[in-house]
């Protein structure tokens, strides 16, 4: 049956709907409402990776890739002992650092990922963990989302968002964004938050993440941004 004169008419108005709801989801009304939430929640959020300099943090955040925050903090004190610099670290045998890491998973590209960070920034970057985005994606292993945490962390500067698996499920609830890969989330959040924020969001959602936010079953009856969010899998409205 080909389409009426009526339905021809209703496309655009559906369109329109949707765009308005699009607006409302991301207006500067509610996204500073939801960033408030974020600081009532968790005004002291931070890196939960246990580092002393750059390269420390840098090392535990590429092994915390499919692994959590605290099996990390378990297996570093010992790695930076045996290795406390890139110097040391760059003349390592990657069995030696397998035998340190291998609870955290994924040990033998790690292990060549540290290895091959330490001689990248030792022979390219005179020792010192480079303070730009563009630097600091040719490090083996520190991949964009890696080279956020580090600057942002250890250097105070702004130029991405960090997108784990936590930013990922909770900005998409929060219809923030709908985009389906980390890459293009950050470039949505990017556009909406003040960059200014872009540091503290990703702390606080990460702890949200963990804490409240799950991936299944929500604690949403323990949610302060409940009101604000309008997911599908939702466990409670107040």
């Not at 060549?112 to 010192?128: D, M, N, Q, T, Y």
Request: aromatic share 6%; with cysteine; proline share 5%.
């Amino acid at each position: 049956m080909s389409p009426t004169k009526s339905d021809a008419k209703k496309k655009p108005i559906k369109k329109a709907i949707k765009r308005a709801a699009a607006s409302r989801d991301l207006a500067p009304e509610r996204i500073a409402a939801i960033l408030k939430a974020l600081d009532e929640a968790y005004p002291d959020a931070v890196c939960a990776l246990t580092h002393r300099t750059p390269w420390e943090l840098l090392v535990a955040t590429i092994l915390s890739a499919q692994c959590t925050d605290v099996r990390v903090n378990m297996v570093t004190p010992e790695l930076f002992k045996r290795f406390p610099t890139p110097a040391a670290m760059a003349k390592a045998e990657i069995p030696e650092l397998i035998e340190i890491i291998r609870t955290t998973g994924f040990f033998n590209n790690k292990a060549k990922s540290i290895k091959g960070a330490a001689k990248a920034i030792v022979e390219r970057f005179g020792g010192k963990v480079p303070e730009t985005l563009a630097q600091l994606i040719t490090v083996p292993g520190a991949a964009r989302k890696t080279a956020n945490v580090v600057l942002g962390v250890s250097y105070g500067k702004a130029e991405g968002v960090v997108v784990d698996t936590h930013v990922f499920r909770i900005s998409r609830r929060l219809d923030l964004t709908k985009a389906e890969t980390a890459e293009k989330v950050e470039q949505d959040l990017m556009k909406i938050l003040p960059q200014d924020r872009w540091i503290s969001f990703s702390h606080q959602v990460i702890h949200h993440g963990r804490q409240v936010c799950i991936a299944r079953n929500p604690k949403c009856d323990k949610c302060n941004l409940e009101q604000l969010c309008h997911s599908k899998d939702k466990t409670w409205s107040s």
